[in-house]
């Protein structure tokens, strides 16, 4: 099936610091791709989609300033959180359609723990 | 908005036994349902979906049961294993490819 890798899978760093997160497919395509964040024991909240080639589009109560997303190239999007502080410890999650074989399918990377000191 | 639930948070199973997870939906527009499985630290792995034509769809060892009718889900695992232990979480979805996850279940199997 198609892979989804994320880099790095766990962070630490302290308050005030930026951390990107890379999202890779590795052996698709992928134009869209969609952003997770996940706090312990709860389920995965939709933050961003992140289109290749134009903007990324934000769900409700996202701070796109804050949580940078660039859909670089055709398989790498990354997830930049700025200026984070203690509240932003989470894991984030990537997942992208496989759209040739089956639109709808979405695999999911391994994650990325971040934790803000 | 309107969001994917689930019936109950816990499940302790024998192994060997099945294993009957359930959700319920409330997005009358969802067309594409997704169970998906996440070990603890890792991402959620695809199990098995369904689509919003059809009631009953079945894989190796998992079945997706559809009930449009009253908007509910369930996963059925056969012969449950120590492997199967995880949380498994309902996903729904409508024409734009955005999944709405439910709370999750957590399975543990007894040996």
């Known amino acids: 099936g198609a892979v989804v890798s994320q880099h790095p899978s766990r962070v630490i760093c302290k308050s005030g610091t930026s951390v990107k997160i890379e999202c890779r497919s590795l052996d698709f395509q992928a134009t869209t791709m969609f952003w997770y964040r996940q706090f312990p024991k709860q389920s995965l909240m939709l933050m961003a989609t992140s289109n290749e080639g134009s903007k990324a589009t934000y769900e409700q109560g996202v701070e796109k300033d804050k949580f940078l997303i660039n859909h670089a190239s055709l398989t790498l999007s990354t997830l930049t959180v700025t200026s984070a502080h203690p509240e932003d410890s989470s894991f984030y999650i990537c997942s992208a359609p496989a759209a040739i074989t089956s639109p709808d399918t979405q695999y999911f990377g391994p994650g990325t723990r971040l934790t803000v000191l | 908005g309107e969001s994917v639930g689930l019936h109950l948070p816990t499940l302790s199973v024998q192994e060997g036994d099945n294993s009957i997870i359930n959700c319920a939906y409330s997005?009358?527009?969802?067309?594409?349902f997704i169970w998906y499985k996440q070990e603890s630290g890792k991402g959620p792995q695809f199990i098995i979906d369904?689509?919003?034509?059809?009631d009953k769809r079945q894989g190796q060892r998992v079945t997706v049961l559809l009930n449009k009718t009253v908007k509910h889900l369930s996963l059925q695992i056969a012969a449950t294993q120590p492997g199967d232990s995880a949380v498994y979480f309902c996903a729904e979805s409508s024409n734009d490819y955005k999944l709405s996850f439910g709370a999750g279940t957590t399975v543990t199997v007894r040996a």
């Open positions: 369904i689509r919003s034509n059809m």
């Open positions: 997005n009358s527009a969802s067309d594409y």
